[in-house]
């Protein structure tokens, strides 16, 4: 049970089939995409939570209506790519990083200026990395500290095509410069060091767009992308985030007594790469795929409690497990043996710096933890930990794993800032008690 922030013992373990809410990543591509998209887009499953609203503000300031954001099922009413306006205020995109990267993509070839900003965490976040290839291609770019930091602008300019070498995979910045090539003349190029989450791609795909991904040696992808007269997405369905489910599939899998299952979870690969980890570890484990040729696949993941063993996570493993990296480390916290993470330096730019953040929460727990430039070094207590109090740096993801921890440790913990949470899991606290309370209470 939770209670302002205490997260006590779940002691009969968590048992239960729940479902978690919509996909973050995919809940912001709708609304964003929908927005110029040609008439109206009915997205199912969105997931309303304070990130994801802040991108509905932001395209309503751009002119575009959306209805109903108040519940799962929103419908944005797109009116093209001329159909956005410039805003008349700054746009305050808050916490949400996904707004504050693809949102300057959408407005590139927009002949009006564009501001954005943020909280103090999204002030910190690096932005050279999308405005500079956007000047390239011939939109007109500002921002603090030499056009690397936020707040920004933008001027929508006459884009031609360039072909971009990406220095990290990164999502975000591909799904900028992919929607910045939509309007480009001539075929756009994202060169990928490694494989990245492909909601864009399929997103734009089903939309009509005409976009390529090829796989070279060595790792890299080669992503391409022909200018489109005009997006036509009808239905979007969302499902739930995969990212929110593995608190519960590590909560299970650490929690002795724990037999959990969580449905309608989005399942695409470039974002499982938790699943493979865990299972390296010796995770009790099972997925059942609903229809793999949906655009979106989904399924349910089955997990219970099992005692784990230390693993280590490569760098080209990374941005398939970017958002889980935190929970993992819990797990690994877990296992008997020493896990080693690395390359995962891009945690460092997140919410939060969180590989110190992480390295704190371990630390509060008795784990003895090392911390790399772009690592961690996790030497697991399969004993488990009393407990203790935790500081979540503002960052949802780390909240709910001190959330977790409480719930795995013999005494509770205690979390700074649970109102994070609802960033990305609105409904966390209510899940996890349902989860854990006894067979007859529920
Ligand atoms: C996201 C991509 C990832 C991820 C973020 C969401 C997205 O960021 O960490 O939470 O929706 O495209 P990077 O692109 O910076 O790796």
């Not at 205020?89 to 993509?105: Q, W």
């Not at 056009?147 to 971009?164: D, F």
């Not at 704190?360 to 009393?386: M, N, S």
Request: net charge negative.
């Amino acid at each position: 049970m939770s209670f302002h922030g205490f997260f006590q013992p779940a002691a009969e373990g968590l048992r239960g089939v729940v479902e978690v809410p919509g996909d973050k990543s995919i809940s912001h591509r709708s609304i964003l995409f929908g927005a110029v998209s040609e008439g109206s887009v009915v997205v199912n499953g969105f997931l309303r939570s304070a990130d994801t609203l802040a991108t509905v503000d932001a395209v309503r300031a751009l002119g575009v209506s959306v209805e109903s954001p108040e519940s799962g099922c929103v419908v944005v009413h797109g009116g093209g790519w001329e159909g956005l306006r410039e805003p008349e205020d700054v746009i305050d995109v808050r916490n949400a990083g996904t707004l504050m990267r693809l949102l300057p993509g959408l407005v590139a070839a927009s002949p009006f200026l564009t501001v954005l900003t943020g909280d103090e965490s999204i002030r910190r976040r690096p932005m050279s990395r999308v405005l500079r290839p956007l000047e390239a291609m011939g939109a007109r770019v500002w921002g603090r500290a030499r056009n690397s930091l936020p707040p920004v602008g933008i001027i929508g300019g006459s884009l031609h095509a360039c072909e971009h070498h990406l220095p990290v995979a990164s999502a975000q910045v591909k799904s900028c410069l992919l929607l910045a090539g939509l309007r480009a003349s001539g075929v756009t190029v994202v060169v990928e060091p490694g494989v990245s989450r492909d909601h864009t791609e399929r997103l734009l795909l089903s939309g009509g767009a005409r976009i390529q991904r090829i796989a070279e040696v060595g790792g890299s992808v080669r992503i391409t992308v022909e200018p489109l007269e005009a997006l036509s997405l009808s239905e979007i369905t969302v499902p739930g985030d995969f990212s929110s489910a593995a608190f519960l599939i590590v909560a299970a899998l650490i929690i002795p007594g724990s037999a959990l299952t969580v449905e309608k979870v989005g399942l695409n690969p470039t974002r499982t790469g938790l699943l493979a980890v865990l299972e390296r570890m010796g995770a009790h484990l099972s997925v059942s795929s609903y229809d793999s040729l949906a655009p979106e696949p989904t399924g349910a993941v089955h997990a219970e409690h099992r005692a784990l063993s230390a693993t280590d996570v490569t760098p080209e493993e990374v941005p398939l497990l970017i958002d889980e990296l935190p929970v993992w480390a819990l797990a690994a916290a877990k296992a008997s043996g020493t896990s080693r993470l690395r390359g995962a330096g891009e945690l460092r730019v997140k919410e939060s710096d969180r590989l110190a953040a992480v390295a704190e929460v371990l630390r509060a727990l008795g784990v003895r933890v090392t911390e790399y430039d772009d690592g961690l070094d996790i030497v697991g207590r399969p004993e488990g930990w009393t407990g203790g109090a935790i500081r979540a740096h503002g960052d949802h993801r780390l909240a709910m794993v001190g959330a977790t921890a409480g719930l795995a440790s013999s005494e509770g913990v205690h979390v700074d800032d649970v109102a994070c949470i609802d960033v990305s899991f609105p409904g966390f606290a209510g899940t996890m008690d349902l989860l854990s309370s006894p067979e007859g209470d529920r």
